[in-house]
């Protein structure tokens, strides 16, 4: 009986220390989360380009006493400009009616309707190469009113993905510089936005008129995009 009381005490002894020792040992299977810090900035990136294209408004306006009358007379010309600028190699494709317009002229205490005025105006896209030539034409056919050069780049899309990847190495050295100058490395990226989108910015163009001749001067266009990239870094 003494025998079986002394195990059973040395039994509880040990179940004791086993214990004590667990609460002393360090949890080796668990591992702390190492902080994430993030990131984040703006890369601005641009592209100069010479614009390859002009549009124009070329517009006419004709007057008569009745309403037919103004704009029948002013379809005529507006059919002669339209007929001059595919002569002068404008596809049809290019030239697109803007707007049309009809109303009264009125005696000079307003209370008389006395003729009609008509306006006509199209729209014409084409190289700027050729854009001194369909001004003369479009004025030789009978347009007397003439709006623009719109200047633009045909080759916008690939100019705009030169200016994002711009964008992209501007977003990373700024985050590199910030990293470094906080004691830590650039792990990964986390996100990235776009920005902005293909949006040419003239900075110098100029457009010079003489009586007998137009000539279009093309200058330079910026092509802008910027991206917002979050970095992880530790």
Same mark, same amino acid.
């Given at each position: ?66 309403? @037919?009358? &103004? =704009? ?5 010309? *507006?059919? #002669? /400009?339209?007929? $001059? ?79 994002? @990847?711009? &964008? =992209? ?5 700024? *985050?590199? #510089? /910030?990293?470094? $100058? ?53």
């Amino acid at each position: 009986m003494n025998r079986l009381r002394n195990v059973l005490i040395l039994g509880g002894v040990i179940l004791v220390a086993a214990a004590i020792a667990g609460i002393a040992q360090p949890q080796l299977g668990r591992s702390a989360t190492p902080s994430v810090t993030r990131i984040t900035v703006t890369g601005n990136g641009t592209v100069n380009a010479t614009p390859d294209r002009a549009s124009f408004d070329f517009g006419v306006t004709t007057q008569a006493s009745t309403a @037919k009358e &103004a =704009l029948s007379k002013n379809a005529e010309h *507006a059919q #002669a /400009i339209v007929d $001059a600028l595919k002569k002068a190699g404008v596809a049809a494709s290019d030239i697109q009616t803007t707007e049309v317009s009809l109303w009264p002229q009125t005696s000079n205490d307003g209370n008389q309707i006395v003729g009609y005025q008509a306006s006509n105006s199209v729209s014409v896209t084409a190289p700027l190469g050729q854009s001194g030539d369909l001004v003369d034409a479009a004025v030789s056919a009978g347009a007397n009113n003439v709006s623009g050069p719109n200047l633009d780049t045909s080759d916008k899309s690939s100019l705009y993905d030169d200016a994002l @990847k711009q &964008a =992209l190495a501007d977003a990373k050295g700024k *985050a590199e #510089a /910030i990293a470094t $100058a906080s004691g830590l490395t650039i792990t990964g990226v986390e996100k990235v936005t776009e920005g902005g989108q293909a949006t040419p910015l003239p900075y110098l163009q100029a457009a010079k008129a003489a009586a007998a001749e137009v000539t279009i001067e093309p200058g330079t266009q910026q092509i802008q995009a910027s991206v917002t990239v979050t970095y992880s870094a530790g």
